[in-house]
């Protein structure tokens, strides 16, 4: 192969040796492209200088601004049953699922279906220990309270470990207020 012929990789030789104190040029197949010719009246933005940092664009869900994981609705379904005991001393049980429905219920209908059950069943709950506490003056309330405070409990935990494993969990004993 003379000094003038071309080096291309495959056939078989070796690339030419740059003569001393010179050093080779790139060749046009040197592993690059030229970058594409900016459109008519588009300036072309530069490019950074080699090692300068440069961010990231930002990410975007893949799903759209409402999408959740499967983790997080579950994480949600759950927040909406279970959530519930905290306000449920001082009777206001209906606010964490209420908070749980206005708040992701758009984002995920399986979040939505566990707010709206966690809800109701919350209202209903409510109606019946009202019922009881006025029946307390017949004495079957007095029977009753503590009836509905275990149903209450053993029904809350029941949902929330189903809203957890994913599962659409209907409560036995529920008035539908909310559709």
Same mark, same amino acid.
């Given at each position: 192969?003379?000094?003038?012929?071309?080096?291309?990789?495959?056939?078989?030789?070796?690339?030419?040796?740059?003569?001393?104190?010179?050093?080779?040029?790139?060749?046009?197949?040197?592993?690059?492209?030229?970058?594409?010719?900016?459109?008519?009246?588009?300036?072309?933005?530069p490019s950074p200088e080699p090692g300068a940092f440069t961010p990231s664009p930002p990410?975007?869900?893949?799903?759209?601004?409402?999408?959740?994981?499967?983790?997080?609705?579950?994480?949600?379904?759950?927040?909406?049953?279970?959530?519930?005991?905290?306000?449920?001393? #001082?009777? =206001?049980? /209906?606010?964490?699922?209420?908070? !749980?429905? *206005?708040?992701?219920?758009?984002?995920? %209908?399986?979040? @939505?279906?566990?707010?709206?059950?966690?809800?109701?069943?919350?209202?209903?709950?409510?109606?019946?220990a009202a019922v009881a506490g006025l029946l307390v003056i017949v004495v079957i309330g007095? #029977?009753? =309270?503590? /009836?509905?405070?275990?149903?209450? !409990?053993? *029904?809350?935990?029941?949902?929330?470990? %189903?809203?957890? @494993?994913?599962?659409?969990?209907?409560?036995?004993?529920?008035?539908?207020?909310?559709?």
């Amino acid at each position: 192969m003379s000094q003038h012929e071309e080096h291309r990789p495959g056939n078989g030789t070796p690339p030419p040796t740059p003569e001393p104190g010179r050093t080779p040029s790139p060749s046009p197949e040197a592993g690059t492209t030229p970058p594409p010719m900016p459109e008519p009246g588009v300036t072309p933005t530069p490019s950074p200088e080699p090692g300068a940092f440069t961010p990231s664009p930002p990410q975007q869900p893949s799903a759209g601004a409402g999408a959740m994981t499967v983790e997080e609705e579950r994480n949600w379904a759950f927040a909406a049953h279970l959530g519930s005991f905290v306000a449920a001393y #001082v009777a =206001l049980g /209906f606010l964490c699922p209420l908070i !749980v429905l *206005l708040a992701k219920g758009k984002d995920s %209908a399986y979040v @939505r279906y566990h707010a709206v059950e966690s809800l109701n069943f919350q209202l209903t709950t409510l109606l019946a220990a009202a019922v009881a506490g006025l029946l307390v003056i017949v004495v079957i309330g007095l #029977v009753l =309270l503590p /009836f509905i405070g275990i149903a209450y !409990v053993v *029904l809350v935990i029941l949902a929330s470990v %189903a809203a957890r @494993r994913g599962e659409w969990y209907r409560y036995p004993v529920n008035i539908r207020f909310v559709k």
